[in-house]
């Protein structure tokens, strides 16, 4: 006769109490997992390195055009020829290439982090 025919109804639900407590440990442990990841996120801290290369970003882009526009009223003036247009329309276009794909990568990080918490980033605005 096994040990198992013997025992009780409560003494064999005791038998499941290690593998639901490994199993609540888990879900407690991925729980403190998604709340540090979106800390992480929230942290003023990364959030400041996140502004300052986004002004950056912008102020690269606005002195761009600022050539840009200067390159312009050069040409038109007779004083520069269209070769320094042109370098200047290129810097300003290569800026705003720039400006975007950082736009696009916080967007990208954004989303997998999201994923990454068990939330759907169709949600998230």
């Not at 442990?29 to 990364?46: H, K, Q, T, Y």
């Not at 690269?60 to 247009?85: H, I, K, Y």
Request: hydrophobic share 45%.
């Amino acid at each position: 006769m096994s040990r198992r025919a013997v025992l009780c109804g409560d003494e064999a639900e005791l038998l499941h109490v290690p593998r639901i407590l490994a199993h609540r440990q888990r879900e407690v442990g991925e729980r403190e997992l998604r709340v540090a990841r979106r800390r992480e996120a929230l942290d003023p801290r990364a959030r400041r390195g996140e502004r300052r290369e986004e002004d950056r970003l912008r102020e690269e882009e606005a002195a761009a055009r600022r050539w840009l526009a200067q390159a312009e009223v050069s040409f038109d003036a007779g004083v520069a020829n269209a070769q320094a247009v042109l370098f200047a329309a290129l810097a300003t276009t290569r800026a705003g290439v720039e400006r975007l794909a950082a736009a696009r990568d916080a967007q990208l990080a954004l989303a997998d982090l999201t994923l990454a918490v068990g939330e759907d980033p169709r949600n998230v605005k």
